[in-house]
């Protein structure tokens, strides 16, 4: 069974529009924590954003909020007031258990495309 | 801001050539990781890395890969003999390895882009 999956292969939205990809994640381990990162064309990967299991609120950053449903196992970014910079490939992941230098797991990436 | 480099940006190989990706971690931290993305793929775990020892390797990383530390800085992914297969970006990250736990972010390099012919 996928861990992560995310389900929107691309999404095209309105510059300035708030944009919100989605990501499930399957775990039976009470500590866990997911990541969004950014990669742009050019092929580097950015943090973006972290929430962790037993985080009572949502994560902020700048433009970027994590919208976290534990129950759901659902952990969707939102993007506020979309740029055009924002166009990149958008990938979930999660590292499980309480070490630290547990492995992350990737979900498939979303191709965000922000038209102007 | 203090981030992860890696060298070369590109490589192009012969099949069957060694290759040597070399990151340079953030100076703080103590946990390296080696990760890998084919084309159009998902990212692969390959390897973790603390304290001169593997941590934690997948599947992929079988005994044509080998990692290393050769000084306080330089953190090495060789692969033996290349294979067609292993052409893909290949991205250094590291973390603090302090009291975070699942919390903590690991930070990643720009990749390599190794093309192997």
């Known amino acids: 069974a996928q861990k992560i999956t995310q389900t929107q292969p691309g999404m095209f939205v309105q510059e300035k529009e708030a944009v919100t990809l989605d990501c499930t994640y399957d775990?039976?381990?009470?500590?866990?924590?997911l990541f969004w990162y950014k990669q742009p064309s050019s092929g580097e990967m950015i943090f973006l954003i972290y929430?962790?299991?037993?985080d009572q609120q949502n994560a902020t950053e700048g433009r970027y909020s994590l919208n976290f449903q534990k129950a759901r196992k659902s952990a969707n970014l939102v993007i506020s007031a979309s740029q055009l910079g924002d166009s990149a490939m958008y990938f979930c992941?999660?590292?499980?258990?309480?070490?630290?230098?547990?492995?992350?797991?990737w979900g498939a990436g979303t191709k965000l495309i922000i038209k102007p | 801001e203090p981030e992860v480099t890696q060298t070369p940006s590109h490589q192009v190989t012969q099949m069957g050539q060694e290759v040597i990706l070399r990151c340079v971690p953030i100076?703080?931290?103590?946990?390296f990781y080696w990760y890998r993305q084919i084309l159009g793929q998902k990212v692969e775990f390959l390897v973790s890395?603390?304290?001169?020892?593997?941590?934690?390797k997948s599947e992929i990383f079988d005994d044509q890969f080998s990692v290393e530390r050769p000084d306080g800085s330089n953190f090495t992914l060789k692969i033996r003999s290349t294979k067609l297969e292993d052409s893909a970006m290949y991205f250094c990250?590291?973390?603090?390895?302090?009291?975070?736990?699942?919390?903590?972010?690991?930070?990643f390099g720009p990749g390599t882009r190794l093309l192997v012919l």
């Open positions: 890395f603390y304290n001169n020892e593997i941590s934690e």
């Open positions: 992941a999660m590292r499980e258990g309480w070490r630290s230098n547990y492995q992350l797991i």
């Open positions: 990250a590291s973390s603090e390895g302090g009291s975070g736990g699942f919390q903590e972010t690991q930070y």
């Open positions: 929430q962790g299991s037993y």
């Open positions: 775990t039976s381990d009470p500590s866990y924590g």
């Open positions: 100076s703080n931290h103590l946990y």
